[in-house]
C-alpha cells in the first residue's frame, strides 16, 4: 500500500515558540524549515509513500518544499482560523480524496528532523492492518503520526494530549518498538538533544551547528 502524507506547517515567523530557551526569535523561523525540509526528504525517500502534500501558507516554506518534490497547498482561508493544524489536516485529506477518493491518507508533523524512511515505512505498514491508527510522540502524549485507510476519513484530533484524543476518537495505538525516529518531534530544547542524538538531517544539523545546545 502507498501512502500520501499530508504535513500541516504554520508559518515560519509563529514556529516552534517553545524553543524560545534554545533558540532566538530570528534563528527559530530558520530552524522550523530545516526541520520541515528534513522530514519531507526523508518521508519521499520511504518505500511506503507514494506523494506528501505539505499544507502551509508560508511562502518561503512552500517554495522550498516544493523543491524537494512535495506538493503544496495554502490553508483553506474559510476554516484555517476555527481549528489551525486540524484544519489544514482536513482540507489537504478533502484536496487528496478528491483526486484519489480510496487513497491511504496519513498527517505527519513537519517537525521529525531525525526521520529515517525505513522506520516510516514500518509505521504505514503497520497502520495499513486498521482502520485509523496512531503513532504517540516520543514524551507518550502528543501525536505524531495519524493514518487512514482507502475510504476512511482521518479525523484529526492534534492539539493538547492528542494520544488520549485520537485514542478516544477509536484510531488504534500502534505499538511499535525501534520507530523512535518517527517519534521524536521537536517542540523544546530537550526535543532538540534527543533529535541530534538519534541524529539528523543535514539541513537540520547545519541549523543546529549554529546554536550553543548543552549536551549536543
Known amino acids: 500500500m502507498l501512502w500520501t502524507l499530508v504535513v500541516p506547517l504554520k508559518p515560519l515567523a509563529r ?33 511506503a509513500v507514494r506523494d506528501v502534500l505539505v499544507v502551509t501558507d508560508d511562502p518561503l516554506a512552500a517554495r522550498e518544499l516544493a523543491s524537494l518534490g512535495a506538493r503544496t497547498l495554502p490553508e483553506d482561508p474559510e476554516t484555517a482560523a476555527e481549528d489551525g493544524l486540524n484544519a489544514a489536516l482536513r482540507h489537504g485529506t478533502a484536496v487528496v480524496r478528491a483526486v484519489r477518493p480510496q487513497s491511504p491518507v496519513a ?20 497502520a495499513a492492518e486498521f482502520p485509523r491508527a496512531f503513532l504517540a510522540d516520543a514524551t507518550g502524549i502528543g501525536t505524531t503520526l495519524l493514518a487512514a485507510a482507502p475510504g476512511r476519513a482521518l479525523s484529526p484530533a492534534f492539539g493538547p494530549d492528542s494520544r488520549l484524543r485520537h485514542r478516544r476518537s477509536g484510531a488504534v495505538e500502534l505499538a511499535l518498538g525501534a520507530v523512535d525516529s518517527v517519534r521524536q518531534d521537536v517542540d523544546t530544547g530537550d526535543d532538540l538533544r534527543a533529535a541530534l542524538a538519534l541524529g539528523v538531517g543535514p539541513r537540520t544539523a547545519a541549523a543546529a551547528a549554529r546554536l550553543l545546545i548543552p549536551g549536543q
Open 107 to 126: 498527517a505527519l508533523n513537519a517537525d521529525l528532523p531525525a526521520l529515517r524512511p525505513a522506520e516510516l515505512t514500518r509505521v504505514l505498514n503497520a
Open 15 to 47: 514556529a516552534k515558540s517553545r524553543l524560545s530557551d534554545t533558540a532566538a526569535d530570528e534563528v527559530r523561523p530558520a530552524l522550523a524549515l530545516a526541520f520541515a525540509q528534513d522530514t519531507v526528504a526523508a518521508a519521499l525517500t520511504a518505500a
